[in-house]
């Protein structure tokens, strides 16, 4: 009898500055972020071809939100994926911070671009 693929799993991975959807043991996606004081800096999410279509970006993103609520920071959406998501699920707007030209040179500084 063949399993049931299994539920996408949600993990933040610290000492990468993401998250990370694994679907079956392989990692499907990543939505990455730098955190400045309160806030996490969201500036990049992508999910692998091979699971496009399936909603696994919006799974992800929902749960790094979740967890950045659940931290007791801010998001900021450099992102245009988790900009997109936030006009779409007004439950993170009291916590959605807007992307400033302040923010965006700080993060240019983070990345080192």
């Known amino acids: 009898m063949n399993q049931p693929p299994a539920a996408p799993v949600v993990e933040r991975v610290d000492a990468h500055h993401r998250y990370e959807i694994v679907v079956d043991g ?3 996606g990543v939505t990455e972020y730098r955190d400045d004081g309160g806030r ?6 992508q999910v692998d071809d091979a699971y496009a279509g399936q909603g696994l970006a919006a799974q992800l993103v929902r749960q790094a939100l979740i967890d950045t609520r659940a931290a007791g920071k801010r998001i900021v959406p450099a992102c ?13 707007a009291d916590i959605a911070d807007p992307v400033t030209p302040e923010v965006l040179r700080w993060l240019e500084a983070q990345l080192g671009r």
């Open 80 to 92: 245009p994926y988790v900009a997109k998501f936030l006009k779409r699920h007004d439950e993170f």
């Open 40 to 45: 996490r800096v969201f500036f990049h999410t």
């Open 26 to 28: 392989k990692r499907a």
